[in-house]
């Protein structure tokens, strides 16, 4: 399989702490991939170095091939590399359908087909009913969806997911699993950050672990419940018996 | 479609109404008319960077004093009609917002840090034009009034009438430009930046290249203000059309009418400004009835309690609050306070 996003030696310094060392990590096309690990150990700052938002003392990204340091977030987007945000971040002075159209206009300019592409995406989310709520008065788990659909709605290559799971009850859970995996059926790649280990365990082809900045393990899911190194410092004794 | 029908109904009334107001009313509420309308106009201008992109300025007066300098000193010393000096003040001012723009849009300079960069700048520029002769300094510029069948190619007019037409244009065109932009990809990603711009800028909004635009749009526009007052007074000084006093009073009418709204800075100054006469009325009769002196400053308390009463209670403004009241969610509490 090609590789779509690779990432090569990121080191990223915040003054005199290191909050990544020379992580490398490769994504192909088509995969659902993750990253794991405690609180702190550098999982979403390696998201803001993809997405443009931090510049890295050290290393490549490759999207496609290209070098994307230094490129700004706009860009980034245009390219083809979606996100969302832990801590949702929707526009909360426009409807729901309004939010996902502008994901939609970074690839058309007409307000029209914007306005179409939006609706097939939130048909596709089931929000259909909410489309015309303003988005304060959305609940976490619609807010949850709201920023998926949004950045569906860029038509991404590649879907930076940043604990879309997390404050879901556990239906709620299974919904978003779901639904990533259809996404990913529509030929979405996707590199999601996620603490719900039930549903990493579900849902990824490769797992990555990383601790403190350094990547620590990268590969089987299956596996990765049994490495020593990772049930000491993230999982925990319980999971080994899985 | 009804709907549509009767909007279309409801608006060519009020155009009528409004276009036949010199045949009816007096100069006086003609004045009233004028002036609400001028600030109606300014306040739209701004809303385009303040109220659609948030990026809340509290420099605009600068522009319209720029537009107002601009097409004053080009007709007094070089006799260059007013028509097309106001062309040359707003790019001239549109330049400056482009600026000012750039330095804070580039270098990530948001909320309260853009609103003070804009409210220097305002001061900078009043006290310059203060404090420079050329400018007329605090004495301020007379236009040279010429009389005859030429007037109207200089913007001159003897009565009252014609101005009140051209700002009613004005604010008709301001409001068809915001109305399209509004409906445009531009409305869309500015209110995405005004709504949140890091998550705006991962899907793909340049947000500085959308606020530089919208900058551009509001400096320009706002500056044709500028000249239409100095044509309409025929006198112009720094602290009537620059400074932050002035700032301020460009920003009362769309935080009253509800920003990021077409018709809210319209309606807020529709407000303002009759409330404004009616303190003045009130100032005088206290002071010939009851011999009361010191009450001067009552327009600008009026302004302030007024302030103070939308902002606990309308954050959105009127038309804001309005158009949340008018959907299924009428009974959620949270949208008409906090």
């Known amino acids: 399989m090609k590789n779509l996003l690779e990432v090569e030696n990121i080191t990223k310094n915040f003054g005199g702490l290191t909050a990544l060392m020379r992580v490398s990590l490769v994504v192909s096309e088509g995969q659902i991939k993750s990253i794991i690990g405690p609180n702190g150990a550098g999982k979403t700052t390696l998201f803001n170095v993809i997405t443009g938002f931090y510049r890295p003392n050290e290393g490549r990204i490759l999207f496609q091939g290209k070098n ?21 971040k929707p526009f909360l002075n426009m409807t729901l359908l309004e939010n996902v159209m502008v994901g939609a206009l970074n690839r058309t300019s007409s307000v029209r087909e ?24 959305l609940t976490i788990e619609d807010r949850k969806r709201l920023e998926l659909a949004r950045a569906l709605a860029t038509s991404p290559s590649i879907l930076l997911l940043d604990e879309v799971m997390a404050g879901l009850n556990p239906a709620e859970v299974n919904e978003m699993v779901e ?52 049930i000491e410092v993230y999982l925990g004794e319980e999971y080994s018996l899985i | 479609m009804r709907n549509r029908i009767y909007t279309t109904i409801f608006f060519l009334i009020l155009g009528i109404l409004f276009l036949g107001a010199p045949l009816y009313v007096g100069g ?52 260059a009609t007013p028509w097309i000096g106001m062309f040359l003040g707003a790019i001239f001012a549109m330049a400056i917002g482009l600026f000012v723009g750039f330095l804070c849009f580039r270098f990530r300079v948001r909320g309260a840090y853009f609103l003070l960069i804009t409210m220097a700048m305002a001061e900078i520029f009043r006290l310059c034009f203060e404090h420079i002769d ?70 793909g909004v340049s947000a500085t290249r959308y606020k530089l635009l919208a900058m551009a749009l509001s400096s320009f526009f706002i500056a044709f203000g500028g000249t239409f007052y100095a044509q309409y007074r025929m006198y112009i000084r720094p602290d ?33 400004v009759p409330l404004e006469e009616l303190s003045w009325l009130l100032t005088d009769f206290l002071k010939h009835s009851f011999r009361m002196k010191g009450l001067i400053g009552l327009h600008l308390i009026t302004y302030g309690v007024a ?27 949270k949208f008409v306070r906090s």
């Not at chain 1, 590969?219 to 049994?226: E, F, H, N, R, S």
């Not at chain 2, 300014?42 to 605009?60: D, K, P, R, V």
Request: proline share 5%; glycine share 12%.
């Open chain 1, 68 to 88: 994307i340091i230094g490129l700004p977030p706009e860009a980034i987007a245009f390219f083809g590399i979606g996100r969302t945000f832990q801590l949702v």
């Open chain 2, 134 to 203: 050329f400018f007329g300094a605090t004495v301020g510029l007379f236009i040279p009034t010429i009389k005859g069948p030429t007037a109207p190619l200089i913007f001159q007019f003897q009565q009252k009438w014609p101005f009140y037409l051209i700002i009613l244009v004005m604010t008709a065109a301001i409001l068809l430009i915001t109305f399209l932009m509004e409906r445009s990809k531009i409305g869309f990603y500015l209110k995405a930046i005004k709504g949140d711009e890091d998550a705006a800028r991962c899907l």
């Open chain 2, 28 to 79: 006086y509420v003609l004045e009233i008319l004028i002036i609400a309308l001028w600030l109606g106009y300014l306040g739209s201008c701004w809303n385009i960077i303040g109220g659609y992109a948030g990026q809340i300025s509290l420099g605009h007066s600068t522009f319209v004093g720029l537009g107002a300098y601009t097409s004053t000193l080009l007709f007094s010393h070089l006799g």
């Open chain 2, 240 to 272: 009537l059309v620059m400074g932050i006093h002035f700032s301020v009073e460009i920003v009362l009418a769309p935080i009253i009418g509800g920003m990021g709204t077409l018709f809210g800075p319209i309606l807020g100054a529709f407000l303002m």
């Open chain 1, 179 to 230: 639904l990533i995996q259809k996404m990913r059926d529509d030929g979405v790649t996707i590199l999601l950050i996620e603490h719900v280990m039930h549903a990493v365990l579900a849902l990824s082809d490769e797992v990555a672990v990383l601790n403190y900045g350094e990547k620590i393990y990268e590969g089987d899911p299956k596996l990765v419940v049994k490495d020593p190194k990772v």
């Open chain 2, 307 to 333: 302030l103070i009463l939308v902002i606990r209670f309308m954050p959105y403004g009127i038309l804001g609050l309005l158009q949340r009241l008018k959907g299924p969610w009428a009974s959620n509490e």
């Open chain 1, 114 to 137: 914007a306005r179409r592409r939006a609706m097939d995406i939130i048909g596709f989310l089931g929000l259909e009913e909410k489309a015309k709520t303003p988005t304060d008065a």
